[in-house]
T-cell receptor, first 115, second 112 residues
Framework: DTAVSQTPKYLVTQMGNDKSIKCEQN?????MYWYKQDSKKFLKIMFS???????INETVPNRFSPKSPDKAHLNLHINSLELGDSAVYFC??????????????FGSGTRLTVV | SQQGEEDPQALSIQEGENATMNCSYK?????LQWYRQNSGRGLVHLILIRSNEREKHSGRLRVTLDTSKKSSSLLITASRAADTASYFCATDALAAGNKLTFGGGTRVLVKP
């Protein structure tokens, strides 16, 4: 029943490791996003895909690589993890009807801790 | 820098009181949205108000938008302990590439 689901919910890993976070939405939305929320609760967009096509790519280190195998899935792979990557990562999806935004649906987040 | 900035950063009220928080933004918008985030959870969409609308209601929530002042407010009436959460405004602006840009949030504590 979950509209936007992310796995894993928690991820603790050592510096230098490579890890992936997966996201799936069953809402039929065309657009999916990755947001990063830091310890001060600021949310910053990282990437956006529309129908498997990358449309937003903010200033994010090359170590972060998104992949959208189909419009219902958006994964995030992170290479060579650093302490500063520790944050909560949120996946979201949205749909514009006739060009009108209707609000985003967020997943419950993946808390990444790099030690 | 943040497109939307909330004020106050934190708010503590008694159950039954009203809670008001404000959001200011910098560029012209298509719409402004309010979200709630409970501790350790994802964001939940509350209300979307379009640039040509001035006021919107949803249950105990009332949102106003003043595009001349580039500001919005969220009012929660008759607050309940379950309203304790962080509330974020987010703007959808053409200048920002139609991506949703969030403010820093207002942390609301409703004491029983």
């Amino acid at each position: 029943d979950t509209a936007v689901s992310q796995t894993p919910k928690y991820l603790v890993t050592q510096m230098g490791n490579d890890k992936s976070i997966k996201c799936e939405q069953n809402l039929g939305h065309d657009t999916m996003y990755w947001y990063k929320q830091d310890s001060k609760k600021f949310l910053k967009i990282m990437f956006s895909y529309n129908n498997k096509e990358l449309i937003i790519n903010e200033t994010v280190p090359n170590r972060f690589s998104p992949k959208s195998p189909d419009k219902a899935h958006l994964n995030l792979h992170i290479n060579s993890l650093e302490l500063g990557d520790s944050a909560v990562y949120f996946c979201a999806s949205s749909q514009r009807d006739r060009g009108i935004e209707r609000g985003y649906t967020f997943g419950s987040g993946t808390r990444l801790t790099v030690v | 820098s943040q497109q939307g900035e909330e004020d106050p950063q934190a708010l503590s009220i008694q159950e039954g009181e009203n809670a008001t928080m404000n959001c200011s933004y910098k560029t012209s918008i298509n719409n402004l949205q309010w979200y709630r985030q409970n501790s350790g959870r994802g964001l939940v969409h509350l209300i979307l108000i379009r640039s040509n609308e001035r006021e919107k209601h949803s249950g105990r929530l009332r949102v106003t938008l003043d595009t001349s002042k580039k500001s919005s407010s969220l009012l929660i009436t008759a607050s309940r302990a379950a309203d304790t959460a962080s509330y974020f405004c987010a703007t959808d602006a053409l200048a920002a590439g139609n991506k949703l840009t969030f403010g820093g949030g207002t942390r609301v504590l409703v004491k029983p």
